[in-house]
């Protein structure tokens, strides 16, 4: 029997071929989009969930309460794991994850550029990071021992055997013999964690100066808790450790005026569960929003809900050149049931051939779609037995919704009325009414974000900043070559270059390069009894001018001032911090001892990314290592200035890994995330507002349908062809005029939220709600006008007599 259904089936569909492939190619592209943002989606939400022990696996982090904010910190003093471990039996294993920097780690002739991290032994046993070779309980117990992953060794050793032997790691100026003890597999891409090599944590750089310091804080803690043990009752106990060892801190937040939380306690110590790690923020150590994948799934079953109504009202509008079928099939016999199976046996045969099809396509445009979205998850998660449940239930709900429906009322039909080919299907229009704004709620939904999400990502990317980003090239120093002697030869080299304006350096990035370095300096000193935090940054002489940065008041940095090395520029944010009206030439005194003086305020300029509101910056040249070089060139000729100052830095370089970048290009590079999310939204969009407008033309053909003796009647009586336009199109009109009512709060409501994120932000004005609602109009209208002027033009007299 099922046999004989599929048969049917399948000749009743290639008979309406159109009615066929208008189903298949509108399910087959929801499909296949909902697929690959499901993949995206799915990767995201994977991370950290490989690890054995996840779920009882921390980081830790400190919440200060200060003035007017709440200070989230990962960073952590040297022996607070030591201790913590000691004073907590509730801990299993603790290890420190400090970063060495991009190292220089050399075997016999050969160097090369790894990112390597100093850990505790506990590390290996706490995340899923199993030997390849070497003994877990043995690979980092000497201070000496170095375990690298598995991609390392290859490229370090290639077919030789790697336990055992000695390769040397360069830390400044200092080469340090590490004997490898241990192979580590390579990670997979959803690890937050990341790491090229591991040594122990008591090579971390100036760890003997701050082995006893509770106040400098330099690395990440993780920790491990026994089974049973609560996070939140964890915390609770913690209370005490904080009172014990930053009673300082404590109470100095009481005195600069911070308010307690809900307990009266002025700092605490939290933990974030590996699983979520990967969407923890912290400050300018912005991750991944974990809306973000729930966003790519919530646009995906839109668009896969869009095409299904689609198969419902274009089933519906088949009813018409099926009724005579139905009543023959009735009056020999056929019960219900049987007729209910046959229609639902062709839903099944197009749903099964459009998965197929949206999997095909889905492969096709992987590649592009990981290019276009900058994704980097593999077809490996295809195989996770969560995304192939979903994607079956996906597939069941479609089936059951798409299919289901029409099936019912189909073989619902009155026999008398079938075999005389007429039907009353559609009569009732609310659930075809509700369907349809529905449909385009989710399309005006789509259409206001894109417009918001499109504008917040050009308002970041032209908004003046305060500082020159044009122009200006950014040259990486890396780790071959000291900052300060690279400046030096660079500074003699440029200066016979016609094209070059001024060069100056920096010990942190603007913007992003394509390094995809962006590093953050924050120093904190008792200025006149309160507590001043300060964003650092050593810079070289020649700054302000390279960049175009405002001087307000005083001077600046300058070669003809032998104390300047002493002397700093400070912003207006810092300016205000100080509490100074005139703070040129006011003294700061450092924890150290030593004194800076003031001889130079500047305007504030974001030296961050709009994200976040601009903070207090102090600058100095300083003893500190310089990490990028910037170069300002005349416009003219760009690409040259970029060639000739290449060759330069690589004669001087050679080994240089990192390329050279404008600046211009870096601060476009911070806001990946939001240009990624504009794409999306605008693919979504455009899919979501094309198979709904597929959607109105199947329902308008069925009203038409319904209503074509009507038409020929009113045309007798005189009604003209604008009038019965007007009375055609203004129902679908209203439809979504009232769809686009609902959409613009929720849209408003979603992108305000949205918006909170940025300091910097685009206000949400009314054109965006009405160019949207315009937008969506006129592709309707579109989309029905041939269809309504066919049916309004055609000879009355051929009308009435259609029914």
């Not at 294993?93 to 050399?106: D, E, I, K, T, W």
């Not at 070059?500 to 904190?524: E, F, H, K, P, Y």
């Not at 700093?568 to 001892?593: H, Y």
């Not at 500047?602 to 976040?612: A, G, I, P, W």
């Amino acid at each position: 029997m099922i046999r004989n259904y599929l048969k049917i089936a399948v000749r009743n569909l290639w008979k309406h071929k159109t009615f066929t492939i208008v189903n298949i190619v509108g399910l087959a592209v929801a499909f296949g989009a909902t697929l690959l943002l499901s993949l995206t989606a799915f990767h995201e939400l994977s991370f950290d969930r490989f690890h054995v022990n996840k779920q009882s696996l921390y980081l830790l982090y400190t919440e200060g309460h200060e003035p007017g904010k709440a200070d989230i910190s990962p960073s952590m003093p040297v022996p607070l794991s030591p201790t913590l471990k000691k004073e907590y039996p509730e801990i299993l294993h603790a290890s420190r994850f400090g970063y060495l920097g991009n190292s220089v780690l050399r075997y016999k002739d050969h160097e090369f550029n790894y990112d390597i991290r100093t850990v505790d032994p506990d590390f290996i046993e706490m995340f899923s990071f199993p030997l390849q070779q070497g003994d877990p309980k043995k690979a980092l117990q000497d201070q000496g021992s170095i375990v690298l992953t598995e991609k390392v060794a290859r490229s370090v050793f290639g077919q030789e055997p790697p336990i055992g032997r000695t390769v040397q790691i360069k830390t400044g100026e200092e080469w340090k013999p590490y004997i490898v003890s241990g192979i580590a597999g390579d990670f997979p891409e959803n690890s937050t964690l990341q790491f090229s090599a591991l040594i122990r944590f008591e090579n971390f750089p100036w760890y003997k100066a701050n082995q006893n310091k509770w106040d400098n804080r330099n690395h990440e803690v993780y920790v491990q808790l026994a089974p049973q043990t609560s996070q939140t009752a964890f915390e609770q106990k913690t209370i005490k450790f904080i009172h014990k060892y930053f009673d300082s801190a404590v109470i100095q937040m009481k005195l600069d005026g911070g308010v307690p939380d809900k307990d009266g306690e002025y700092m605490r110590l939290r933990m974030v569960p590996m699983p979520d790690l990967h969407f923890a923020s912290f400050g300018a150590s912005v991750r991944i929003s974990r809306f973000y994948p729930y966003l790519l799934l919530l646009i995906g079953a839109f668009i896969l809900f869009i095409a299904s109504v689609n198969f419902v009202n274009l089933s519906m509008g088949r009813a018409f050149t099926r009724a005579r079928e139905i009543g023959v099939r009735k009056v020999l016999g056929a019960a219900r049931k049987q007729i209910l199976f046959q229609f639902w046996g062709e839903a099944i045969v197009i749903c099964t051939a459009s998965l197929a099809a949206g999997i095909a396509l889905a492969f096709i445009f992987l590649p592009g779609y990981k290019t276009l979205f900058r994704q980097s998850f593999s077809t490996a998660m295809l195989t996770n037995p969560l995304f192939v449940l979903s994607i079956m239930v996906s597939f069941l709900l479609v089936c059951a919704m798409a299919g289901g429906y029409p099936a019912w009322t189909l073989s619902a039909l009155s026999t008398s009325e079938t075999v005389k080919g007429k039907v009353s299907v559609g009569r009732n229009h609310r659930l075809r009414n509700g369907l349809m704004i529905v449909q385009f709620v989710l399309s005006g939904l789509l259409i206001i974000c894109t417009s918001i999400v499109w504008q917040q990502v050009n308002f970041m990317r032209t908004a003046p900043l305060g500082y020159n980003k044009d122009q200006v090239l950014s040259i990486p120093i890396g780790s071959n070559i000291d900052g300060v002697r690279a400046m030096h030869l660079m500074r003699a080299g440029l200066s016979k270059l016609p094209f070059v304006l001024s060069v100056s350096g920096n010990d942190a990035n603007m913007g992003l390069g394509r390094d995809n370095s962006n590093s953050t300096s924050i120093m904190g000193f008792t200025y006149k009894g309160k507590t001043v935090r300060t964003h650092w940054q050593r810079i070289d002489y020649d700054y302000l001018g390279t960049l175009g940065i405002q001087l307000l008041k005083g001077r600046d940095i300058s070669r003809d001032f032998g104390t300047d090395s002493n002397a700093v520029l400070i912003n207006e944010k810092m300016a205000t911090a100080l509490g100074e009206k005139e703070p040129v030439n006011k003294v700061i005194p450092m924890d150290d001892g030593s004194t800076l003086r003031v001889v130079g305020v500047v305007k504030d300029f974001n030296y961050k990314s709009l994200r976040q509101e601009i903070a207090p910056l102090t600058m100095s040249i300083s003893k500190e290592p310089l990490s990028y070089i910037f170069v300002k060139v005349v416009p003219t000729n760009l690409p040259a200035s970029m060639q000739s100052v290449t060759s330069l830095w690589k004669s001087i370089n050679p080994r240089a890994e990192q390329e050279i970048s404008f600046l211009d290009e870096n601060t476009d590079k911070q806001y990946r995330a939001e240009d990624r999310l504009s794409r999306i939204f605008i693919s979504g969009a455009l899919l979501t507002i094309l198979i709904s407008c597929m959607g109105l033309f199947a329902i308008v053909v069925l009203v038409l349908g319904q209503r074509t003796r009507e038409i020929g009647i009113r045309k007798v009586l005189g009604a003209s062809v604008a009038n019965i336009f007007t009375l055609v199109s203004g129902e679908f009109l209203k439809l979504i005029g009232i769809a686009l009512i609902i959409a613009s709060p929720v849209a408003w409501y979603l992108m305000h939220n949205w918006l909170k994120d940025f300091a910097y932000h685009i206000p949400i004005s009314a054109w965006i709600f009405v160019f949207s609602a315009l937008a969506t109009l006129s592709v309707a209208l579109v989309t029905v006008i041939l269809q309504i002027l066919r049916t309004a033009l055609a000879n009355p007299v051929k009308s009435l007599k259609t029914e």
